[in-house]
């Protein structure tokens, strides 16, 4: 786990600028690592790390925003995240698949796609669904798993994001 985290904040070094947005960026990936395998073992996204996460990577991007001059990607960044949240929210009371936890986590994934653009969060977002559809599938097909079958939803998220992130940079 330590060499994963490793490598994905040796990437991101690599790809994001400026200094703060890579610390938002920074933060967000080592508790992305943390809440995806909490996710996976429990279907929970604790409070306990998603709270002061959030916190953490706004304020880090309201000071690159304000530093920076970059005030329009951070109102992006804002609207993306409420945007995020609306929709996984509205999804969350329509099926029973989304938990609430899961409605939080994207409204961090959608502060953090959307300071990259309008594409990249949707496409961040929906890439989150393609995944947990492409692991779901195989499972469907071979009976392992049925329409009612839960699942933790986090990582895909994470991974989608944190993949889109990475592309867009």
């Known amino acids: 786990m330590e060499l994963l985290g490793a490598g994905l904040l040796g990437l991101l070094a690599l790809r994001i600028h400026p200094p703060l947005v890579?610390?938002?960026?920074?933060?967000?990936?080592?508790?992305?690592m943390a809440l995806a395998a909490i996710d996976w073992a429990t279907l929970r996204v604790?409070?306990?790390?998603?709270a002061p996460t959030l916190i953490s990577v706004v304020a880090l991007f309201l000071a690159a925003g304000i530093i920076d001059h970059r005030e329009h990607q951070l109102l992006q960044a804002i609207i993306g995240g409420a945007a995020a949240f609306a929709a996984y929210t509205i999804l969350a009371l329509a099926t029973s698949g989304l938990g609430f936890g899961d409605c939080k986590l994207a409204a961090l994934l959608g502060f953090a796609l959307a300071w990259f653009g309008w594409r990249t969060l949707i496409a961040g977002l929906i890439l989150g669904f393609l995944l947990a559809a492409a692991y779901l599938a195989p499972r469907m097909i071979t009976g392992r798993s049925s329409r009612s079958t839960r699942i933790a939803f986090g990582p895909f998220m994470l991974i989608g994001a944190l993949a889109m992130v990475i592309v867009a940079a």
């Open 22 to 32: 890579l610390a938002a960026l920074g933060v967000a990936t080592i508790a992305a």
């Open 46 to 50: 604790p409070d306990a790390i998603l």
